[in-house]
């Protein structure tokens, strides 16, 4: 795979004891120098213009200030130090890049992932929180809509995160042109994304919410990518689909209670590798949340795997009988079964 990267992203400092730290990044790294075709490619940062295509310009204005004159605690969950915008600008910029490369026909060795920080999926379109700024995948999805040369006419945003991306629904919620699927774990953070939250205008219907219960694995995520999010996404046939790819559902990592294995998103990674070859649409994979540093680094590293050739191996188990009604509340409220 090429990763998008840029050391710009490092100084965002959180202090001690903030579970999104520059370490995320570094683990990554060291994971990722042990595997075979990894290429680095450092990007130009988001300029002012593609962030307010997506966030208001007086939030834009707030937050930037906010950061140069020293940063601090902008709510209790969401730290700020003199370098985070620059940093959260990087961290757009490389997602800018992964979608550009999508859309201009990447794939295979070549699918790019963009591997900044911070994070961005719970960035509203006037607020930061959730240790998001800028939202990443959200300015990626925009910029290349707005370019008449990229030739993308609707694209999907599928985040795997543990978190609901409420940030990226809230932006996009009333397009149509943007379909906004998240599997994310029910009840926790920040306690958005349930099966009616579908949309409104023209965006009726483009936003999915698939809230697993604590506890769901590997099995219960296939059966949400074969038979919520692939039924869907043929029908809406989008462009170019971009991966929110956080990796705290991992059964591991320290802040969530799902059990996915490393393997799991290997099986993820593939599937939906399958998703984008059957519709032709680009693939780009954008990096949101993971704070286990084992966790996190050995799940990039099993997504550049399955790109670079290794097959994963199917679960054992059956899916749980609760994300199987699950599956049926989503598909007839999103008129699947029709």
Known sequence: MQFGYSETCLAHDTGDRHPETADRLRAIRRALAKRHGVSYVEADAADESSVTAVHSADYVDEISSFCDDGGGNWDPDTVASEDTWDAALASAGLSQWAAREAADGADGRDTPFAIGRPPGHHAVADDAMGFCFINNAAVAAQTVLDDPDADVDRAVIFDWDVHHGNGTQDIFYDQGDVLYASAHEEGLYPGTG?????????????????????????????????????????????????????????????????????????????????????????????????????????????????????????????????????????????????
């Open 194 to 338: 349930e099966v009616d939250e579908t949309g409104t205008g023209d965006g009726d219907g483009t936003t999915l919410n698939i809230p697993l219960a604590a506890g769901a694995g590997d099995e219960d995520y296939l059966l949400v990518v074969e038979e919520v999010l692939r039924p869907a996404i043929e029908r809406y046939d989008p462009d170019l689909f971009i991966v929110s790819a956080g990796f705290d559902a991992h059964r591991h990592d320290p802040i969530s209670r799902m059990r996915v294995s490393t393997e799991g998103y290997a099986l993820l990674t593939d599937r939906i590798r399958s998703l984008t070859d059957d519709v032709d649409a680009g693939l780009a994979f954008v990096l949101e949340g993971g704070y286990g540093l084992d966790t996190l680094s050995e799940g990039v590293a099993i997504v550049h795997e399955t790109f670079d050739g290794r097959s994963p191996m199917d679960p054992d188990d059956d899916p749980d009988e609760q994300t199987e009604r699950l599956v049926e509340d989503v598909r007839k409220a999103h008129g699947l079964d029709e």
